[in-house]
Structures are given as C-alpha cells and as structure tokens.
C-alpha cells in the first residue's frame, strides 16, 4: 500500500521550532521529488518547500527561507522538515507530497514545488499552530 503519513505537528509558541516527518511505505523516497505544502484556513495550499535527490538540491519560498529546513533520510524512508522560528503565520495543515523522476518538479527543484498536479502521493497532513 502506497502511503505518505506526516507527523510532528501540533501546537508551539512564537519563536519555537517544530521537526515534521513525511513517512512513505510502499514506495521509495529516493526515486521522487519531495514537496512540503500548507494550507490555512480560508488560504489557498501554499508549496513551502521540496527537495531533490539530494540535501543540496532544495528549494524554500521567501516567508520560510532561513527558517525552515528539508532533508532526506533515505534509510528511513522519509523527509523531514525543520521549522524554527516560527511565527503565527505559520500556522496551518501542513502537507507533503511525492513527485515521481519524470515530473517537471524532479529535474527542476530550484523552480520551487510547482503544481499540485505533478504528485502522485499526498500525506493526510499533520496541524501546526504557532500561538502564545
């Protein structure tokens, strides 16, 4: 069974840090591009962050560059992504999603998450809420 499930999420005040996961069972991560995206309530989905083949190939949008990291733990099948700093704007379902090697997003990572229509997988999302 194909399956992404996030988790690490909850509630963190301003300025605190948060690691997500993004675990893939039934397919291996190393083989697609990795997208992390948000959505906040009344908000359109958001792609915050994705990653390549490797920790040197990612891609951060400017609200979350400097604070949040994407890596790759290829011997656990997953992805993580690191938020520190973290302010209430922050706040949302956060989602990530695998993108196979034939996608545009694969041999373009600099170019930022793209489209949600180049993923094949999608997680269930795991909530943050940056509050005091």
């Known amino acids: 069974q194909v399956q992404l499930v996030e988790s690490g999420g909850g509630l963190v005040q301003p300025g605190g840090s948060l690691r997500l996961s993004c675990a893939a069972s039934?397919?291996?991560?190393?083989?697609?591009?990795i997208g992390w995206f948000r959505q906040a309530p009344g908000k359109e989905r958001e792609g915050v962050s994705c990653i390549g083949n490797s920790d040197e190939l990612t891609f951060y949008t400017d609200s979350v560059e400097g604070r949040f990291t994407i890596s790759r733990a290829n011997a656990k099948n997953t992805v993580y992504l690191q938020m520190n700093s973290l302010k209430p704007e922050d706040t949302a379902v956060y989602y990530c999603?695998?993108?196979?090697?034939?996608?545009?997003?694969?041999?373009?990572?600099?170019?930022?998450?793209?489209?949600?229509?180049?993923?094949?997988?999608w997680g269930q999302g795991t909530q943050v809420t940056v509050s005091s």
């Open positions: 039934g397919f291996t991560v190393d083989d697609y591009a």
């Open positions: 999603a695998a993108a196979p090697r034939q996608s545009s997003i694969w041999w373009s990572i600099g170019a930022g998450p793209g489209s949600s229509s180049e993923y094949d997988f």
